[in-house]
């Protein structure tokens, strides 16, 4: 389930974390893929104004599912 499904346009996100709230929703989910130019344009530079994310979530979960294969594989 995505975020987008009960706040496909930001409106809680930009309430509680008003440094994103001029962010395009395009972004709103994941403003740490704005290119530096919108960054800009929205008052919202990554690792300034906003926290670039600690951890890469697809990454993650790829290690985890092959931890859990390799472990099952025994």
Same mark, same amino acid.
């Given at each position: 389930?995505?975020?987008?499904? $009960?706040?496909?346009?930001?409106?809680?996100?930009?309430?509680?974390?008003?440094?994103?709230?001029?962010?395009?929703?395009? $972004?709103?989910?994941?403003?740490?893929?704005?290119?530096?130019?919108?960054?800009?344009?929205?008052?919202?530079?990554?690792?300034?104004?906003?926290?670039?994310?600690i951890i890469d979530h697809h990454r993650a979960r790829e290690r985890t599912l092959t931890a859990y294969r390799l472990a099952?594989?025994?």
């Amino acid at each position: 389930m995505t975020l987008t499904k $009960f706040d496909p346009t930001g409106l809680y996100i930009r309430r509680w974390l008003p440094e994103l709230a001029y962010v395009p929703d395009k $972004f709103i989910h994941a403003p740490w893929k704005m290119p530096a130019h919108i960054q800009k344009e929205a008052g919202c530079r990554l690792n300034h104004d906003y926290p670039a994310p600690i951890i890469d979530h697809h990454r993650a979960r790829e290690r985890t599912l092959t931890a859990y294969r390799l472990a099952r594989a025994d």
